[in-house]
């Protein structure tokens, strides 16, 4: 009978002595200056848009294994497709990735909650204050819609910038609260 061979022992490695990986970097960064409705146009949001993701492109290089850019421009800054933009980075990243968003456009407080402007909203020929709180609560995106999408996206490293008029009523309630508490 053949001897018994001898199997050479493999060392053991632990996660500890694994290298992790670099996280990734997911921007999705939008702008709207041709607004559907010619009195809300702008002239910077667009260029604002382009230029912070080429910025992170290029830096986020040597920091990150990967940087992942979506920019979302004028015609592309609705509802459906900011919806679209946000399922597809909750679908790749994970936990240890990083997540920046950054938009530029007109923003609205309306009863005390805020609301971005998507391009495709409308005024109609009623110039009142009461009718413009109408259009952008039927029309635009509540901030309970941009908490649901931020929540869906399992990066636990997320910074989000809003270059908008009135953004800073979308963290005032949890403002108060902290104060309060």
């Known amino acids: 009978a053949p001897a018994p061979q001898a199997v050479p022992e493999q060392p053991s490695t632990t996660p500890q002595d694994v290298a992790p ?19 809300l146009r702008l002239a910077f949001a667009v260029p604002d848009a382009s230029s912070i993701a080429q910025a992170l492109q290029v830096t986020g ?14 015609a592309d800054v609705t509802r459906e497709k900011l919806d679209g933009a946000f399922r597809e980075v909750a679908a790749r990243a994970l936990p240890a990735d990083a997540f920046l968003f950054f938009i530029a456009g007109h923003g609205k407080t309306v009863d005390g909650r805020y ?13 009142s204050p009461a009718a413009l709180d109408a259009a952008v609560r039927k ?4 901030q309970e819609q941009w ?35």
Do not use: H
């Not at 940087?67 to 979302?72: A, N, P, Y």
């Not at 609301?115 to 110039?127: I, S």
């Open 21 to 39: 990986a670099r996280p990734r970097l997911f921007v999705l960064s939008a702008g709207v200056n041709d607004y559907a409705d010619r009195r």
């Open 61 to 74: 290089r040597g920091i990150y294994s990967d940087v992942d850019i979506k920019v979302l421009r004028d």
């Open 147 to 181: 908490q649901q999408w931020f929540a869906s996206v399992p990066a636990r490293r997320s910074v989000i910038l809003l270059d908008t008029c009135e953004s800073g009523t979308i963290i005032d309630d949890e403002t108060q609260n902290l104060e309060r508490g």
């Open 115 to 127: 609301y971005f402007v998507p391009r495709d909203l409308m005024l109609g020929d009623d110039r």
């Open 139 to 142: 029309q635009g995106i509540a």
